[in-house]
C-alpha cells in the first residue's frame, strides 16, 4: 500500500494507530505472546491498526476502505484476547456502534420497569377516579337541593 493509500485509508478511520510489519517477521513472534493463529496474519505486507476505542465502526470503515480501494484486504484481527477471522471482523462492522447498542439495553430494561410502574399506578388512578365521581355526585346534589 502506498504512503498516500494509507493516508486515505487512515483518514476513513478515526482514532486508530497504524503499524507496519516487516514480511520476514519471525514466525516466534506471534507464538512468543501465546497467539499462533496469528503468523497467517503476518504472511505478506501487513499493516496493524491499534483501537483504543469501541472497534465495531473501525472494523466497518476498515471493511468499507478495502472494498472500495481493493488494495487493502482484511486478513483478521484480535479483540480482547481472541482471534477474529476477516469474516468475523466484517460482521462486527455490521454491529451498530456502542452508543445505540447501550440505549438499546437500557431501553429493554426500561420499558418493563415501566410498564410495572403503570400497573402499580393503576388501582391508585381507579381509587382516584372513583372519589372524583363521588365529589361530583355529592355536588350535583347539593346544587339540586
Known sequence: MTVSRTRVAGGLVAAVAFGAVRAQQP????????????I???EGPTAIAFIADDPAPVAKKLTEAARSTRIL????????GHTLTADEVRQLGELPPREVLLSQVVGAIAGPA??????????????VAVLDAYIAQKQAAENAA
Open 27 to 38: 514466525p516466534f513472534v506471534p507464538k512468543q505472546a501465546d497467539r499462533p493463529s496469528l
Open 114 to 127: 415501566q410498564n410495572t410502574v403503570g400497573v402499580l399506578a393503576a388501582p391508585l388512578r381507579d381509587i
Open 73 to 80: 484486504a482484511v486478513k483478521g484481527g484480535v479483540m480482547n
Open 40 to 42: 497467517e496474519f503476518l
